[in-house]
């Protein structure tokens, strides 16, 4: 990287932390003032930074803009895939991705198990979103007042023995969920299935998106199962990084 671009990108770093004059820069920068100058006219120009009143210089409009527009065009699926893929390798496992849209949870994407015993989903198909690990992770995060409503909204159908009985009970699971960072569904939807899922995370630390491993319980038993869990868990956070463009 030049030395010029890496002075002007240094620049965004100590504007963040609140708007700062003109010497404040050069001291940053440890750079003469004309120096700091020229790089600063650069980004107001661009929109990048922005100059008030009292001649202190701000982040700009235009890179809040670049932000957003980067973050709406980001494909979590298409970054995520690569890692479900290895993840399906390593276990063998079913695996799915699923995000929380229009107060439904759906599958944007799944790998099939290896297995000749397989779990009946599709892609675009909503989830039981009452017993789900990825409905869990994924309703966990949202604020207090919001969680409460969609789950009182929602009605509880009793699918096995161990399913979500009532709102009650589900929000006791979310804030459990919410705290460990981690969900499970256990026989809740089907008797025979087991599943473990962990968040994707955006850049702000919202999840966006969750992931989940499913087996049968006559390919692997619950425990067994369980004890993938921190491989989902790093494979997740993996992902998240990738999609916060975060330095791994």
Not at 77 to 92: F, M, Q, S, V
Request: charged share 25%.
């Amino acid at each position: 990287m030049s030395q010029t671009v890496d002075r002007a990108l240094s620049i965004l770093p100590l504007l963040a932390e609140g708007p700062a004059n003109l010497e404040q820069v050069s001291q940053r920068l440890g750079v003469h003032k004309s120096t700091a100058l020229r790089l600063l006219r650069t980004l107001h120009e661009h929109g990048i930074v922005h100059r008030q009143q009292d001649q202190r210089y701000r982040l700009g409009a235009r890179l809040f803009a670049l932000a957003q527009e980067a973050i709406e065009n980001l494909d979590v699926r298409e970054i995520a895939h690569p890692y479900l893929a290895r993840l399906n390798e390593k276990t063998g496992h079913t695996v799915h991705l699923a995000v929380y849209e229009e107060n439904e949870v759906l599958y944007i994407d799944k790998v099939e198990s290896r297995y000749p015993v397989r779990m009946y989903s599709r892609i675009g198909k909503p989830v039981a979103i009452t017993v789900a690990a990825v409905a869990k992770l994924l309703l966990a995060d949202l604020p207090e007042s919001e969680r409460r409503s969609v789950a009182e909204g929602l009605d509880y159908p009793m699918y096995t023995a161990r399913s979500t009985p009532n709102a009650a009970a589900f929000l006791a699971e979310l804030a459990k969920v919410r705290e460990q960072g981690w969900a499970t569904d256990l026989g809740g939807h089907e008797e025979s299935i087991n599943c473990v899922g962990a968040p994707i995370r955006g850049a702000d630390g919202r999840v966006i998106a969750a992931m989940s491993v499913s087996a049968p319980n006559v390919v692997v038993t619950a425990e067994e199962l369980l004890s993938i869990l921190p491989l989902v868990r790093r494979t997740a956070e993996a992902v998240s990084a990738e999609y916060a463009g975060k330095p791994r």
